[in-house]
């Protein structure tokens, strides 16, 4: 190992002369683990690598389903690497790591690209990993699965938990949030959307066009999108300056303008969901909706919504459902897979907030009837929502009943707490990661209340909790002998939660 003044090799010869000064028996550089070690998905994410940045450059044509290019990976090792795994589940035709070719190992069939630098990575090192590949990603799956979506309304991919594998080699679990860079190149009559905001659009060769964008907040994989195909695309300005772009399939039909009546109205609700999350966390706004799917995902800065939603007509309970997404999920990331509630509980309870302000059920009306309508047998209490499983992830027991843990905490915290928790922690863990126990935590202190008894009640322990969301005798219902009449918008959240928990790859 010869030193160089260059920083890469620099830091490789400083580590390697610290290893021998401190006498260490055995330093060789080991291989990365193939996961982040998340019990739901064994294979997600990689070790001894964090990815800061993804710099994207495909052609995509949706005649043929050939997607082209090279994706750039800018990351640090966290360990002393011999070789390391990327999350892909294309074939790769070359990869580079610091400009020199390395060795690679296509595992499609199990999601994992296996590279071997032609020189190990220390510990603290960056590098640059340029993976080149031109596949078909329809015929691509990983563990028996294709989360490429590929019809008369083009391409998407867009899943939850995983979709980038069939676009983009990256670090595939939340804990790894970077920024993107992402330019598609895509035939002429079509649009190429992702998050973030449009750079450019540039003519780049006859009957093609380049679509440049750009995130520039910590956004996890399974958040970031690709959709190209035949949308009406709408560029404005949200009332506080952000960019707004929404994109609707041109094949919508009957519901392109009930869809238009939800989705344009995203600046209003955001603007209220930040009067009880706090700031709107990101750089743009805006919503897609296609045909392509029947369930509904929060991409960061911009949803896709799946057109069925808007069959039946305006639906702006789904819109405060993804957008409350931006903070509990997108913003606020999870830890692991098993939190899921921290995402899909707080995401539901925007919907019940939205309600109570659009004058279509109250919060503790749309808990009440909830719980009331759920007798101590039903499917509703028999999942865990702190740790549903893996295949049970979007059940309605994480939604409906994790809602419902919200509302008992703001029944024994009271309003004001209430709120401060939930702005605490996306002002201490916005742009990072949370665990539920973290949270848990955090109410307690701000609240300055033991809740122990009342998670343990609501998240932890199958069964229906004996005293419901809105405590022992709420005045509000007390003069009633029976259960609250149904609100306005409870059969809507309901196939909300129907629709959102269908045809997710898990
Ligand atoms: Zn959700």
Known sequence: MRA??????????????????????????????????????????????????????????????????????????????????????LKASSVLVNNRPAQFTNQTGNGELVVTPAQPLLKGQTATVVVAYSDTPSTEKVDGINAWKKGSFGALGVDEPQSSAWWFPANDHPTDKATYDVTIEAPDDNVAVTNGTLVRTVKSRAGWTRWQWRSTKPQATYLTSFI???????????????????????????SLYAAKASVERTPEIDAFLATKFGPFPFEAEGGVVTSGITFSLENQTRPTYGARNFRAGSNTTLIAHENAHQWFG???SLGRWSDIWLNEGFASYAEWLWSEHEGEGTVAELAQYTYDSN????????????DPGADNQFDNAVYDRGALTLQALRTAVG?????????????????????????????????????????????YTAGKPAVGPNGAAPAAFTARSASVAKPKSFDQIQANHRNLAAEHTH
């Open 228 to 254: 190209v195909g035949k949308y009406e695309l709408n560029q404005s300005t949200t009332p506080d300056g952000k960019p707004f772009i929404t994109a609707y399939g041109s094949d919508l039909g009957d």
């Open 415 to 459: 309003d004001d707490a209430f709120f401060k928790i939930l702005q605490t922690w996306q002002a201490q863990k916005g742009g990072s990661n949370g665990r539920i126990q973290e949270f848990i935590a955090l109410a307690e202190k701000v609240s300055g209340k033991p809740l122990y008894d009342l998670f343990q009640t609501w998240l």
């Open 4 to 89: 160089r003044t260059r920083t890469g090799l620099g830091v490789l010869a400083a580590g390697v002369a610290s290893v021998l000064l401190a006498g260490t028996a055995s330093a060789a550089p080991a291989p990365g683990a193939p996961g982040v070690g998340d019990s739901y998905y064994p294979n997600a994410g990689n070790g001894g690598t964090d990815v800061l940045h993804y710099d994207i450059r495909l052609t995509y044509q949706p005649a043929t389903d050939v997607l082209a290019g090279t994706t750039t990976l800018l990351l640090t090792a966290t360990q002393d690497l011999s070789r390391f795994d990327l999350d892909f589940a």
């Open 330 to 332: 997108d913003n606020v």
């Open 375 to 386: 007798p101590a047998d039903g499917d509703l209490w028999k999942l865990v929502p702190a």
